[in-house]
T-cell receptor, first 116, second 114 residues
Framework: DTGVSQDPRHKITKRGQNVTFRCDPI?????LYWYRQTLGQGPEFLTY????????KSRLLSDRFSAERPKGSFSTLEIQRTEQGDSAMYLC??????????????FGQGTRLTVV | GDSVTQMEGPVTLSEEAFLTINCTYT??????LFWYVQYPGEGLQLLLK?????DKGSNKGFEATYRKETTSFHLEKGSVQVSDSAVYFC?????????????FGSGTRLQVQP
């Protein structure tokens, strides 16, 4: 296993277009997270899945954002009607459930979105 | 809500200098604390962690001690190398609030000069 994989690595889109990102977690990990990171800031939590269930969503996740993890493996994050403020690095992370927060979260390299 | 405050960077040091990056936190509940590192062009990697008060996390010569009384988790290294140049993020996670996500600080860029 090569770790958490994200695709694409870079995406440039015009304002108003829809974009979709994919994340493939480490295969035995049942927890999957999406974060957003803007320049000079730390990652901000967007949403969290345990298996296929989306258990938590941040208030940052507006109605234009939707995430799925249909079979409890890979996940997609879609942004509809993109805005320039959506420009950021979108990070995916996965972890194994072991009773609590002690479990390390492994991060992908991220998808950098630029909305022009 | 939960928050993490880190010292602003960039921090510029000469090779073999002593490093301290300050991190303080506020949390509802009893957090676990983490330092993540992001090398240029790479993803975030866990550097070290501590799960209860007075625990010391250590890895690759870096150390941080969980200080509940001062709500701090400062990162230290006795002798930095050029290869330590990266962005360092302090983070917390609070299991007993039911959340599974981490709250990150804004990051501190470290530049080590030969």
């Amino acid at each position: 296993d090569t770790g958490v994989s994200q695709d694409p690595r870079h995406k440039i889109t015009k304002r108003g277009q829809n974009v979709t990102f994919r994340c493939d977690p480490i295969s035995e990990h049942n927890r999957l997270y999406w974060y957003r990171q803007t320049l000079g800031q730390g990652p901000e939590f967007l949403t969290y899945f345990q298996n296929e269930a989306q258990l938590e969503k941040s208030r940052l996740l507006s109605d234009r954002f939707s995430a799925e993890r249909p079979k409890g493996s890979f996940s997609t994050l879609e942004i509809q009607r993109t805005e320039q403020g959506d420009s950021a690095m979108y990070l995916c992370a996965s972890s194994a459930s072991a009773g609590g927060m002690n479990t390390e979260a492994f991060f992908g390299q991220g998808t950098r979105l630029t909305v022009v | 809500g939960d928050s993490v405050t880190q010292m602003e960077g960039p921090v510029t040091l000469s090779e073999e200098a002593f490093l301290t990056i300050n991190c303080t936190y506020t949390a509802t509940g009893y957090p676990s604390l983490f330092w993540y590192v992001q090398y240029p062009g790479e993803g975030l990697q866990l550097l070290l962690k501590a799960t209860k008060a007075d625990d010391k996390g250590s890895n690759k010569g870096f150390e941080a001690t969980y200080r509940k009384e001062t709500t701090s988790f400062h990162l230290e290294k006795g002798s930095v190398q050029v290869s330590d140049s990266a962005v360092y993020f302090c983070a917390l996670g609070v299991m007993d609030t039911g959340r599974r996500a981490l709250t990150f600080g804004s990051g501190t860029r470290l530049q080590v000069q030969p």
